[in-house]
Nanobody, 127 residues
Framework: QVQLVESGGGLVQAGGSLRLSCAGS????????MGWFRQAPGKEREFVAA????????DHADSVKGRFTISRDNAKNTVYLQMNSLKPEDTAVYYC????????????????????WGQGTQVTVSS
């Protein structure tokens, strides 16, 4: 089991940048594939980015491609989401998620594929 704690959210003007961090507990952080999701008021939680356990494969939602980048540092038990060129429509609570890696070492895109979730961090982008 892993516990996840997000940080780095806040209020930023459109065009600005933020870096979210998600710290995982335990010694087996590298056993988990990780993802970032977000949920805006009145909307369903949606996929933002995912990374495999090794950090060698990633995917990003079309809405954030070229602006957001997911990465991880297993030595620090942390996954990051670098967010650049932020837009008001990026405003949401951002969650990190984890699931045990598969033998194939892939990443996962669906909310239902993840077993562990952080408490979320608010990102607000003003126009």
């Amino acid at each position: 089991q892993v516990q996840l704690v997000e940080s780095g959210g806040g209020l930023v003007q459109a065009g600005g940048s933020l870096r979210l961090s998600c710290a995982g507990s335990g010694r087996t952080f590298s056993s988990y594939a990780m993802g970032w999701f977000r949920q805006a008021p009145g909307k369903e939680r949606e996929f933002v980015a995912a990374i495999n356990w090794r950090g060698s494969s990633t995917d990003h939602a079309d809405s954030v491609k070229g602006r957001f980048t997911i990465s991880r540092d297993n030595a620090k038990n942390t996954v990051y989401l670098q967010m650049n060129s932020l837009k008001p429509e990026d405003t949401a609570v951002y969650y990190c998620a984890a699931r045990l890696r598969s033998p194939g070492g892939t990443y996962y895109l669906a909310v239902s594929e993840y077993d562990f979730w952080g408490q979320g961090t608010q990102v607000t982008v003003s126009s």
